[in-house]
């Protein structure tokens, strides 16, 4: 079985930054994407980014366009989310994911294999 593991979330305040990262395990998904979605108490959850295997496909929702930035080290199986100019609304529960292709992370009903536990991520006003 594939297991990601979030670390970095925690708390920040509005304007400030925060980088969380994502550890899958072996390289059995090294021809996938990987990105992060986020749930917020009481929402839905919502896809935030993606980022193909080679690096080369980016997606981003646009609430976070400009902001977030996504990136992956392939020979660690490994993706990184620089998130700056936070706001208060960007608190969440931010929850890797692996799937087939980052355009599909990004469809509704998206098309995703595997999903971490998630780390919270607090931005206070």
């Known amino acids: 079985q594939v297991q990601l593991v979030e670390s970095g979330g925690g708390l920040v305040q509005a304007g400030g930054s925060l980088r969380l990262s994502c550890a899958a395990s072996g390289r059995t998904i090294s021809s996938s994407a990987m990105g992060w979605f986020r749930q917020a108490p009481g929402k839905e959850r919502e896809f935030v980014v993606a980022i193909s295997w080679s690096g080369g496909t980016t997606v981003y929702a646009d609430s976070v366009k400009g902001r977030f930035t996504i990136s992956r080290d392939s020979a660690k199986n490994t993706v990184y989310l620089q998130m700056n100019s936070l706001k208060p609304e960007d608190t969440a529960v931010y929850y890797c994911?692996?799937?087939?292709?980052?355009?599909?992370?990004?469809?509704?009903?998206?098309?995703?294999?595997?999903w971490g536990k998630g780390t919270p991520v607090t931005v206070s006003s």
């Open positions: 994911a692996v799937g087939p292709s980052a355009r599909t992370m990004a469809l509704i009903g998206p098309r995703v294999d595997y």
